[in-house]
């Protein structure tokens, strides 16, 4: 692991490769072949192959596999090699960044980054992309930079939206102060009952994202706020704002312990940003922004877990304990609205 030492005295180490696998054949299982109704953009992507709509209309990465779906006469070649993509770059990024598997993964479920993909499938694999290869962004040596831009081409040929993910290489590299995250953390819930300021905000990121912007421009519902968000939806937000906080306060880690504790500054503040982010909640450009960011929640968490357990002290613990409960909670109140379209949950088309 880049930058992580490990220690004889460290706990709460798990890595089989073994487990990694079974975990991968079993979430690629439930994702490639569920039924055509399970997710809400699902359905499109069925469609798309069906009608054959998907020529010259999505991204060549995309457009290459359903050509290959096409040719062999089958929508689960699609569903199975595009899971397979999104799946292996995950657990490649797990096996190479965390200290412990089955922590990372059950992250990657209860956080719902794992059901994101039944909806937003094409953006989700260029996601997976960007998060395996993050470490080359929290990384200190130049010619690493110059690989994350062609880690972002290569994502953007299944997404155009990975082109806003050029913005990671100005994130700093050095923990934000709390006296600013903090106060940016009030701004963020005040601009959250704000649609006026979104809609500004919606019209100027027209105007910088290029293709990409051009390419839903037409339907500006898309750059403008086209679904309010209440204050239960903050709720989650102001409890994320917390830990985040809290944790901003933790002092530096035992260097001991298998942590790459560059890319978990890097995670923190890409966390931060996701969370202030909040104060465009209900943009949908911006919401599909935050897909991206979200994802820095695993290596964040699971390296602040980690930290936390080794630390042995009661407090800690009790701290990882409400972590862990505030998640499952989480987890299950979006199951229970049913964000993402996934339930009920059937097999086959």
Known sequence: MNDAI?????GFV????????????????LAAFKGAEVGVDYPMYVS????????????????????LADKYNSFYVFSTM??????????????????????????FIIMHIYFNSFNQVRQLVAVSIIFCFAHLVSSEKKFDRLKYIF?????????D???FMF?????????????????????????????????????????????????????YVFFGVNKEKGFIQLIPVMIQMIIVSIALYIPKFNEHLNINYKLYIFSMNAVIINLWLYALAGIEAVDRLQIYFSC??????????????????????????????????YYILRLLINVHGIVPYSFLI
């Open 167 to 219: 913005v990671l290489i100005f994130i700093p590299r050095k923990k934000w102060s709390p006296k600013m995250v903090i106060p940016l953390f009030f701004v963020t819930i005040v601009l959250y009952f704000l649609p006026s300021v979104k809609n500004s905000i919606g019209e100027l990121l027209i105007s910088i994202a290029g293709a990409y912007g051009e390419k839903y421009a037409s339907g």
């Open 48 to 67: 798309f192959f069906m009608h054959k709509t998907y020529i010259g209309l999505l991204e060549p990465g995309i457009s290459f596999i359903y050509h």
């Open 296 to 329: 820095f929640n695993i290596y964040f968490y699971a390296y602040l877990i980690h930290h936390l357990l080794n630390k042995k002290k009661l407090l800690d613990q009790l701290f990882v304990f409400l972590i862990i409960a505030f998640w499952i909670l």
């Open 161 to 163: 939206s990975a082109i």
């Open 14 to 29: 798990f890595k089989s490769n073994g487990v990694l696998f079974i975990w991968y054949i079993i979430l690629l299982y």
């Open 151 to 159: 880690v972002v081409l290569i994502a953007m040929l299944f997404h």
């Open 82 to 107: 595009i899971y397979s993509i999104f799946l292996m770059f995950i657990f490649y990024a797990v096996k190479k960044n965390t200290p412990n598997y089955l922590i990372s993964i059950f992250l």
């Open 6 to 10: 490990g220690s004889e005295n460290e």
